[in-house]
């Protein structure tokens, strides 16, 4: 994969709610922490530019997700989460019932959560800093809130 700018999303409105959604392995299984699950995540969320929803920031964990989306007006978040789960688990439903979302008020920092966020990994031992775990990213650029 070729590291570089994110694409910015120019068709979500800023007016849309920013998404910080959370999605965990039933029994908190580590069995997201691989290159195939990175890969299958990123394809999702690409062809979600598609249809007016944005993936921006990220992080894979071994049992658990965090992301940030944004969609159109016609964006619903519970749907558009289940396919995600569909498309990462084809052969087996390894997800916890449901997910967390929370939806960032403009007196929210997109940057402070996202600096919550990418500490996931140095907070759990598997790096030592959290720019070398290989499972974060940013879809595309979406405004900052």
């Avoid at 558009?80 to 979302?101: C, I, M, T, Y």
């Avoid at 940013?138 to 809130?145: A, G, P, Y």
Wanted: proline share 5%; charged share 25%.
């Amino acid at each position: 994969m070729i590291k570089g700018k994110p694409p910015r999303l120019s068709l979500i409105y800023i007016d849309q709610p920013l998404y910080f959604v959370t999605l965990c392995t039933l029994y908190r299984r580590p069995l997201l922490g691989n290159a195939k699950i990175h890969h299958l995540f990123r394809s999702y969320c690409e062809r979600a530019i598609d249809h007016n929803i944005g993936v921006g920031r990220y992080v894979i964990m071994p049992d658990h997700l965090h992301l940030f989306v944004r969609g159109g007006i016609e964006f619903d978040l519970g749907i558009w989460v289940r396919g995600l789960k569909r498309a990462l688990s084809r052969e087996h439903n390894f997800w916890q019932p449901g997910f967390f979302d929370h939806i960032l008020r403009s007196d929210e920092s997109y940057s402070e959560k996202w600096e919550y966020v990418r500490e996931n990994a140095v907070r759990a031992g598997l790096v030592t800093r959290s720019n070398d775990w290989p499972l974060q990213g940013e879809i595309v650029l979406i405004d900052r809130v």
